[in-house]
């Protein structure tokens, strides 16, 4: 069973940076894609941004390329989100999420369902 716990959320104005990050364990941390969604009130989940095993590939939201970056440290077992340019639209709790299915058939996952474990969330709140 594999735990994560994300940090680093917070309040920021707009133009400024945040770098959450998601430590997980209890799990091969190494061999999982890894992922980060967003959600506000009344709304659904929605992808952000994912990697794979290796970090080597990566894919974004069409409304965070460019300023967010997804990047892992296997040593450190932990997947970061850096959040540059961020916009008051940015506000959201954000959740990182682990999937059993390591498939390299797999290019990227950006559906909730591809998903089996999850944090807690992390609250990010922009100001204008």
């Known amino acids: 069973q594999v735990q994560l716990v994300e940090s680093g959320g917070g309040l920021v104005q707009a133009g400024g940076s945040l770098r959450l990050s998601c430590a997980a364990s209890g799990g091969t941390f190494s061999r999982l894609p890894m992922g980060w969604f967003r959600q506000t009130p009344g709304k659904e989940r929605e992808f952000v941004a994912c990697?794979?095993?290796?970090?080597?590939?990566?894919y974004y939201a069409d409304s965070v390329k460019g300023r967010f970056t997804i990047s892992r440290d296997s040593a450190m077992n932990t997947v970061y989100l850096q959040m540059n340019s961020l916009k008051p639209e940015d506000t959201a709790v954000y959740y990182c999420?682990?999937?059993?299915?390591?498939?390299?058939?797999?290019?990227?996952?950006?559906?909730?369902?591809?998903?089996?474990?999850w944090g807690q969330g992390t609250q990010v709140t922009v100001s204008s």
């Open positions: 999420a682990a999937s059993a299915d390591a498939s390299p058939l797999v290019l990227v996952r950006t559906r909730v369902y591809e998903y089996d474990y």
């Open positions: 990697t794979n095993w290796s970090g080597g590939r990566t």
